[in-house]
C-alpha cells in the first residue's frame, strides 16, 4: 500500500514541476513545496534512488533544493532553500536536522524584522557525508565530501573534505583516514 501512496505522491508532486527521479521512496507526511519569492520561482530536484522519510519538508521559497542520488534524509529533516542548497550523493542525513540557506535581514531596527527580507546564504553538502541526528546546518556553509557532523552540532563554518566535526559551534576534532 505505501509503494502505491508512494507513486501517487509522486506523480503528483512531478505534476507541479518538482522533478522526482526514478525509484525515489517518500514516506507519508513528506512536505514538498517550490514556493515563490522575490520574484523567482523555486525549483526543487530529488535524484535517483533518493529516500525522504517520514515528516521531511522541502521548502524552496523561490530558491533551488537538489538532492543527489542515492542519499537519504531521516524523519522530520527540514530543508529551506531561499538561498539554494545542494546535497551531494551517497549522503545521510539525520532525523531532524535542519538546514536553512538564508537570515533575516535585521539592519534597520525602526522596521520590524520580518518586513526587511531575507540575506539568501547558499548551502553546499558534498557527497558521501554524514550529518548526524539534530544538527543545524546554518547558511553560507559549505560541508566537504566525506565529512561527519556529530549529532546536535551546530554548523556555521565551512569544514574541509573528511573532517569530523562536533559541538555548537561545530568544532573539527579529526579527520577520516585512508
Excluded at 152 to 178: E, F, H, S, W
Aim: net charge positive.
Amino acid at each position: 500500500m505505501l509503494k502505491a501512496i508512494s507513486f501517487i505522491y509522486v506523480n503528483l508532486l512531478r505534476s507541479f514541476g518538482i522533478s522526482i527521479k526514478q525509484n525515489v521512496k517518500i514516506w507519508p507526511l513528506v512536505y514538498i513545496a517550490k514556493g515563490f519569492a522575490n520574484g523567482h520561482k523555486g525549483k526543487i530536484t530529488v535524484n535517483n534512488h533518493c529516500e525522504l522519510s517520514q515528516g521531511t519538508v522541502l521548502k524552496a521559497y523561490g530558491g533551488e533544493i537538489t538532492i543527489g542520488q542515492n542519499t537519504f534524509l531521516g524523519e522530520y529533516c527540514i530543508i529551506y532553500g531561499h538561498g539554494g542548497v545542494t546535497i551531494g550523493d551517497n549522503t545521510l542525513i539525520a532525523m531532524q536536522t535542519c538546514i536553512i540557506s538564508s537570515n533575516h535581514n535585521i539592519a534597520n531596527k525602526n522596521t520590524l524584522i520580518r518586513s526587511q527580507g531575507d540575506v539568501l546564504l547558499p548551502i553546499k553538502i558534498g557527497s558521501d557525508v554524514w550529518i548526524g541526528a539534530g544538527v543545524k546546518i546554518l547558511g553560507g556553509v559549505t560541508i566537504g565530501d566525506g565529512c561527519i557532523v556529530g549529532a546536535g552540532a551546530v554548523v556555521t563554518k565551512n569544514l574541509p573534505p573528511y573532517a569530523i566535526a562536533i559541538g555548537v559551534p561545530a568544532q573539527i576534532t579529526g579527520y577520516r583516514n585512508d
